[in-house]
């Protein structure tokens, strides 16, 4: 029983950096593997970024550039997305996955079990 809000998408220009936020209600947020996964216009929705305890995972095209982290005490994830490219342009969405039952794939957007409304992320140049 989570809600998940995202917040900070907007417009940037390539090379430049933006923070993406997601909120969670519930008591049971430590619980949860937290994950970004984005979707742009006519494409699937694919794996950017999880983390959970002592892991984090990236996928390749954003390694180096984005960071995963978490305030417990505010329920919050964020997505430091630094070095932007256009390519990165897409509707990124927070999700969350209950680890007290089997845990799945961090990288697999079928194995999670909470998701946020989606936040606009674009990239100019």
């Known amino acids: 029983q989570v809600q998940l809000v995202e917040s900070g998408g907007g417009v940037a220009q390539a090379g430049g950096s933006l923070r993406l936020s997601c909120v969670a209600s519930g008591r049971t947020f430590s619980t949860y593997r937290m994950g970004w996964f984005r979707q742009a216009p006519g494409k699937e929705r694919v794996f950017v970024a999880s983390g959970s305890v002592g892991t984090t995972n990236y996928a390749d095209p954003v390694k180096g550039r984005f960071a995963i982290t978490r305030d417990n005490a505010k329920n919050t994830v964020f997505l430091q997305m630094n070095n932007l490219k256009p390519e990165d342009t897409a509707v990124y969405y927070c999700?969350?996955?209950?680890?007290?039952?089997?845990?799945?794939?961090?990288?697999?957007?079928?194995?999670?079990?909470?998701w946020g409304q989606g936040t606009q992320v674009t990239v100019s140049s």
């Open positions: 999700a969350a996955r209950d680890l007290t039952a089997n845990s799945g794939s961090a990288y697999s957007k079928y194995d999670y079990d909470y």
